[in-house]
């Protein structure tokens, strides 16, 4: 224990003293660190594409006429086609954890590429059979789970600290584009083939391929986690990666080599094998049940079920239903500017916790003014085209919304939860919290069109008061992280405030076990 008390002051130390200059990075250094995040977050572009793209095609008459079914199975066929998806990708989160430790991160995401393609392939057949569209949705979502685990580890272990932030936000932004791709691919087909062909349902279904396989081949590209390979005792290999992500050699890439080899044989010593039981002690449990947390108050904002079910909720404002769906492509356009933006300009300039708290009361503000709204204006009848004062205000306030979120609750818990876990539980931290994100994404998914159908302007009432509890929450229990390696905030208590000035004492310097 004393070596490994050793081994911690020195990696805290040597981050503490290091001039803040000597780690910035390269031109090609950054470019190449751009690339692998952009590589990786095409499991980001896939999650959009997929969760945007199911809600359009269900509404259309050639798919429902294929699958032979009506408005009267419409409720349950939406749910499970969305349900399912993520009841797969839950499941997946928890063989992606032991797989990614053994084989690394780049197989695992080229295993979970193949693993989506054969469930998008079956989805694009015409099998006129929703028991086998079902299976094939549960297929693409072990696939898709697999790579929500892995991406932001790999990103987070790859980035300096100084862009570490941005390049994790990747994944909600080309999130948002894949959402604004599959809007528009919906309200697309819907206008220009007739709905008596496949192909109006096909095509857009058939596209998932497209990023699939990006995400997959772009593998070959990129190397290894150089945490991962150290943890392996992979050294030559660490080294070689390290030095390709930083396109530099020089003494301070040197010394960061060393502070990540002394942080991973620290944790690496701390015990002789990892239980799942070291999970609940202290230090560790408060950051699992952090990330446990986050992924759940994102999906309990509201915001994912409006990107699953959008059409459905501008119905409720507009009451026409080819309005809907352009309100809901303006919607995905909206999400793709707000995400850019954040990440682009603001994602390492704003104090992470300050963002989480603020955008939750934000969010809150809009979902209960929308509920307002929408109680005491009701939508016009279906065949009124026009949109009345009170529906083009309650659109303003969900657009508004959207931007919050993006500027939120949507990019920032993806890279926060991946760099507050310490290399040694950071597979099945982040797996415990990414499983969060998808077990309450297939829990809301599943209830959003029952809430729709059944509560109607409630349901906006709903999330703005989940908004306000999470708002609550993160204040009291958040802690920031911006600007620390990733061993330094492994080597801190976890609690609420800023790391960054309130380091532990080294006589009470914190065991990362």
């Known amino acids: 224990m004393e070596e490994t008390q050793l081994l911690l002051r020195r990696t805290s130390e040597s981050e503490q003293s290091r001039p803040t200059t000597e780690m910035k990075g390269t031109t090609l250094g950054n470019i190449r660190a751009y690339w692998l995040g952009s590589v990786v977050c095409m499991g980001g572009f896939l999650f959009g594409y997929d969760s945007g793209i199911v809600g359009g095609v269900l509404t259309l008459e050639s798919f429902q006429t294929d699958y032979r079914y009506g408005s009267n199975n419409q409720t349950r066929t939406n749910s499970l086609s969305v349900g399912l998806q993520q009841l797969g990708a839950f499941v997946a989160c928890f063989v992606a954890w032991p797989l990614t430790d053994k084989l690394g991160r780049k197989k695992i995401l080229m295993l979970s590429s193949f693993v989506f393609c054969i469930g998008a392939i079956i989805q694009t057949i015409n099998t006129h059979s929703l028991a086998a569209f079902y299976l094939a949705r549960l297929i693409s979502g072990v696939g898709l789970g697999v790579a929500t685990v892995v991406v932001p580890m790999f990103n987070s272990e790859m980035m300096p600290k100084e862009i570490r932030a941005q390049v994790g936000s990747f ?228 657009y508004l919304f959207v931007i919050i979120y993006n500027f939120s609750w949507g990019p920032m818990p993806w890279p926060y939860v991946s760099e507050i876990f310490s290399t040694r539980i950071r597979e099945p931290g982040v797996a415990i919290g990414v499983a969060s994100q998808w077990l309450f994404n297939f829990v809301f998914s599943l209830t959003t069109p029952y809430m729709i159908d059944n509560m109607g302007w409630a349901t906006f009432l709903l999330w703005g008061i989940f908004d306000v509890v999470i708002a609550i929450l993160a204040f009291g229990f958040l802690t920031e992280t911006r600007g620390l390696s990733l061993e330094t905030i492994a080597n801190q208590r976890f609690k609420a405030g800023d790391l960054s000035k309130d380091r532990a004492p080294k006589s009470e310097h914190v065991d990362v076990v």
């Not at 998932?208 to 396989?213: D, I, K, S, T, Y």
Request: charged content about 15%; proline content about 3%; hydrophobic content about 50%.
């Open 171 to 398: 994944f909600q932004w080309f999130y948002t584009f894949g959402i604004f791709m599959s809007y528009w691919v919906d309200y697309g087909v819907a206008r220009g083939i007739a709905n008596t062909e496949p192909a109006q349902w096909q095509i857009p279904i058939g596209l998932q391929l497209a990023p699939a396989a990006l995400l997959g081949l772009g593998m070959l590209t990129v190397k290894e986690s150089t945490r991962w390979l150290t943890k392996k005792g992979r050294h030559e290999e660490a080294w070689e990666s390290l030095q390709w992500i930083r396109a530099d050699s020089s003494q301070a890439t040197v010394d960061e080599m060393e502070e990540i080899r002394f942080g991973v044989e620290a944790e690496t010593l701390a015990t002789e094998g990892f239980q799942l039981k070291e999970l609940l002690q202290r230090e560790n449990f408060k950051r699992v049940l952090a990330a446990f947390a986050i992924f759940t108050a994102q999906q309990a904002t509201g915001a994912t079920a409006f990107a699953y079910f959008g059409s459905q909720y501008f119905k409720l404002i507009v009451g026409n239903e080819e309005q809907s769906l352009l309100l809901t492509a303006i919607f995905g356009a909206v999400k793709v500017v707000a995400c850019g933006v954040f990440v682009l300009w603001f994602s390492e300039r704003l104090s992470r916790r300050q963002v989480l708290v603020g955008g939750a009361a934000s969010m809150a503000a809009c979902q209960i003014a929308t509920a307002a709204v929408v109680k005491n204006f009701p939508a016009p009848a279906p065949e009124d085209s026009s949109v009345v004062p009170s529906g083009i205000a309650t659109i303003a306030l969900i």
